[in-house]
């Protein structure tokens, strides 16, 4: 007795399709992974195998995180559907109810809102604090005190603070700390680098690039990357939307020093035509190893 209909439409034009080598990662636009055998989801189940359900892990989702983390030289990466997205899967890495935490006062709005707001009702407290040279983290740290957290540049006034500084103060009284790079991006600086734990970005802004797709990413030491893991489960990005935003990253070097560089001209017409004050961002101290650098590349 032959294939039923219904089973032969089921089953026709996928499997020409697994065997083909793609030079580019295929868009994996699916809610779930096939396997061989019962063994192999046996594997899975046993911590062997990647992919189930793709709002477990997609490949698509999979490289992008690990793009990032590459480019922040970080040790492991998780992709979510938002930057406040990854950011919410940092902060539920590490904090507990009754815990504390230090923040810029010039931290994003969204990102305030999310520990002034909605964390407060778990017993979580947020303090923003000033960070200039006449704030020192140990006054202002508690018994509860569990994170640091700050841009390195600030969303939306652009304040550059001095981040090898803050971080180091943090580490050295035993905090842990969370950067959002998102407009520095690691061209520019990789916190890690610093002894941040954690990094996250708006994959929206620059690593997009093109105002067409949202998404976030977070990267850090591996043990503690993976952990956010499993609170970005309910946060994750179509693969397609990860492919896209792939793509874009690739050319993220070359956007940004194009960005900058209207930025030199409009001031010149501006000093020039209104006799305006313009004062481009520098940036004294240890970022890259030396006793004095530019914050944006020439």
Not at 86 to 104: F, K, Q, R
Not at 137 to 142: D, E, N
Not at 197 to 216: F, W
């Amino acid at each position: 007795m032959g294939e039923r209909f219904e089973t032969t439409t089921v089953h026709i034009g996928h499997a020409p399709l697994r065997q083909a080598e793609s030079k580019s990662t295929p868009i994996y636009q699916t809610s779930v992974f096939a396997f061989d055998s019962l063994e192999e989801v046996e594997k899975y189940y046993a911590g062997e195998g990647e992919y189930l359900y793709t709002r477990n892990g997609n490949p698509n989702q999979a490289e992008l995180a690990f793009a990032v983390a590459r480019l922040e030289q970080a040790e492991a990466g998780v992709s979510a559907a938002s930057g406040m997205g990854a950011i919410m899967a940092g902060l539920l890495s590490i904090l507990s109810p009754g815990d504390h935490v230090l923040a810029s006062h010039e931290i994003y709005g969204g990102t305030y809102a999310l520990l002034q707001k909605e964390l407060s009702r778990f017993g979580i407290e947020l303090e923003c604090i000033v960070l200039d040279e006449g704030t020192h983290l140990a006054s202002r740290v508690r018994p509860t005190t569990k994170l640091f957290f700050l841009e390195t540049i600030t969303n939306p006034l652009l304040t550059v603070v001095d981040l090898p500084s803050w971080i180091r103060q943090a580490k050295e009284l035993g905090l842990f700390v969370m950067v959002d790079n998102t407009f520095a991006t690691p061209y520019l600086v990789q916190p890690i680098t610093f002894g941040a734990d954690l990094v996250v970005h708006s994959g929206t802004k620059y690593i997009g690039g093109h105002s067409d797709v949202t998404c976030g990413v977070l990267v850090g030491r591996r043990w503690r990357s993976e952990w956010s893991g499993n609170a970005t489960m309910r946060a994750k990005w179509p693969g397609f939307c990860k492919a896209i935003r792939l793509s874009a990253a690739s050319t993220t070097r070359a956007r940004r020093r194009r960005r900058f560089s209207p930025d030199r001209s409009k001031g010149r017409w501006c000093r020039l035509r209104f006799g305006m004050r313009v004062r481009f961002t520098s940036f004294t101290g240890p970022w890259t190893g030396s006793s004095s650098c530019r914050l944006w590349p020439e």
